[in-house]
């Protein structure tokens, strides 16, 4: 067990120090597929997600949980990287700016909560900021492009 423990320190002190870039649309998208396979959702999760709804629910929070480790913001021995978090979600924010947002949304656990649990945590109090906010206005903005295409 402590060679476990080593080691997963090992790999995510070493994830953390790469020369990490933002994901793109599509990696992304490539993410959320693969994430969606490992951690099944119904067809009403599905649904809510879509909507920016994110129910507290553990398979929710396990997709969640997924996507973030995949995209390389959250760590499940450190938690969220704030600064990660600010490159990969600023929107129009200025950096700085997104980086005081994401340490404010970041912790240490202190309460040994289930993974999941701190990683769903970390992206509540996230789309409740003004990042959440961006992100809201992007999506119906992409929505409502989609539907002009389509008609």
């Known amino acids: ?21 933002p994901k793109t649309g599509e990696e992304i998208r490539k993410i959320r597929v693969d994430c969606l396979k490992e951690n099944p959702l119904s067809n009403d999760q599905i649904s809510q997600l879509k909507n920016l709804i994110f129910p ?20 499940d ?25 994401a340490q404010s949304c970041v912790d240490d656990n202190a309460q040994k909560s289930p993974t999941d649990v701190w990683a769903f945590r970390g992206h509540k109090c996230m789309m409740a900021s003004k990042i959440g906010d961006k992100v809201r206005a992007f999506v119906k903005a992409k929505a409502e492009e989609a539907k002009k295409k389509a008609a």
């Open 56 to 75: 507290n629910e553990p398979d929710v929070r396990q997709y969640l949980t997924c996507s973030a480790i995949k995209l390389g913001i959250f760590c």
């Open 1 to 21: 067990m402590l060679k476990y423990l080593i080691v997963a320190l090992a790999l995510c002190a070493v994830a953390h120090a790469d020369d990490w870039t």
């Open 77 to 101: 021995q450190q938690g969220y990287h704030a600064d990660r978090l600010a490159k990969q979600f600023k929107m129009d924010l200025s950096e700085e700016e997104a980086l005081q947002i």
